[in-house]
């Protein structure tokens, strides 16, 4: 990209989003400087009512400061594995399961992150989610079993 560009709001916008999947971003300097990084020219009120516009929200991850997260992104896109991965093994804390439900238990205020991440996943095996604050249910199909997912779910957090 050239030196200092000045992208439109939905260009900007969809690099931010990008940015937010792929670092820890903590405030909103730390924002304009990735942005910067990549030669887009942002200053922090541009990137405050960028964050607005996007729904971010600040999420508490487990043994670090509060990171900005866009709980919701459009349905049709789908998160890849290793980013279902990531989110999972940021946020995810105990898995269990009963028949054709699984569990999920994370940090307050995170439950929704990963009930996005889930949903946007695709997964056959998963019907859809519900989120609280810090836990979240999913629904498995009858193909499969509560069981069988909450093992892949904790496969993808880390906790197998």
Do not use: C
Not at 63 to 79: C, F, N, R, S, T
Not at 93 to 114: C, E, I, K, M, Y
């Amino acid at each position: 990209m050239a030196d200092g560009a000045r992208l439109s709001k939905p260009q900007r916008q969809h690099r931010i989003a990008g940015l937010l999947e792929q670092h820890s971003v903590a405030n909103q300097g730390q924002l304009v400087e990735l942005l910067a990084a990549e030669g887009v020219v942002a200053t922090q009120a541009t990137v405050s009512r960028d964050l607005e516009d996007l729904g971010a929200i600040k999420v508490r991850v487990r043994g670090a400061e509060p990171v900005y997260a866009i709980p919701e992104l459009p349905k049709d896109q789908i998160a890849p594995e290793d980013h279902l991965r990531r989110v999972f093994g940021d946020w995810v804390v105990d898995v269990a399961s009963a028949q054709n439900l699984v569990v999920l238990r994370t940090p307050p205020g995170s439950a929704h992150v990963v009930a996005s991440a889930l949903d946007r996943a695709n997964l056959d095996e998963v019907l859809g989610t519900v989120a609280g604050d810090d836990t979240l249910m999913v629904v498995v199909a009858e193909s499969s079993t509560g069981t069988a997912v909450a093992d892949r779910l904790r496969d993808l957090a880390g906790l197998a």
